[in-house]
């Protein structure tokens, strides 16, 4: 089981940039597969980015392609989404997750929302133009 804290939302001007960080208790994060999601208001929780438990794959949704990047530490257990050139579209509540059934491979796999087990409370994004 893996505890999640999301950090680093805020209010920014279209164009700027900021990091979110999710922080996981346990020494079992290493282990998931994780993933961002956000969530705008009136509309359904969509999948932003994933990485593979070592760090090695990462898969974007298009619209966010060349704009963020996410990584982990896993010394730190900390999972990041940075986030360049934000648009006012960007705006929601960014949730990080783990991927609790593991052996996933590839876009069409990671981006199932239905497979994260462990979320996090969430951190408001808010661009204004």
């Known amino acids: 089981q893996v505890q999640l804290v999301e950090s680093g939302g805020g209010l920014v001007q279209a164009g700027g940039s900021l990091r979110l960080s999710c922080a996981a208790s346990?020494?079992?994060?290493?282990?998931?597969?994780m993933g961002w999601f956000r969530q705008a208001p009136g509309k359904e929780r969509e999948f932003v980015a994933a990485?593979?438990?070592?760090?090695?794959?990462?898969y974007y949704v298009d619209s966010v392609k060349g704009r963020f990047a996410i990584s982990r530490d896993n010394a730190k257990n900390t999972l990041y989404l940075q986030m360049n050139s934000l648009k006012p579209e960007d705006t929601a509540v960014y949730y990080c997750?783990?991927?609790?059934?593991?052996?996933?491979?590839?876009?069409?796999?990671?981006?199932?929302?239905?497979?994260?087990?462990?979320w996090g409370q969430g951190t408001q994004v808010t661009v204004f133009s």
């Open positions: 997750a783990a991927d609790g059934l593991g052996n996933c491979s590839g876009y069409g796999c990671y981006a199932v929302r239905s497979r994260y087990d462990y």
């Open positions: 346990g020494r079992t994060f290493r282990r998931y597969a």
């Open positions: 990485i593979s438990w070592s760090g090695g794959s990462t």
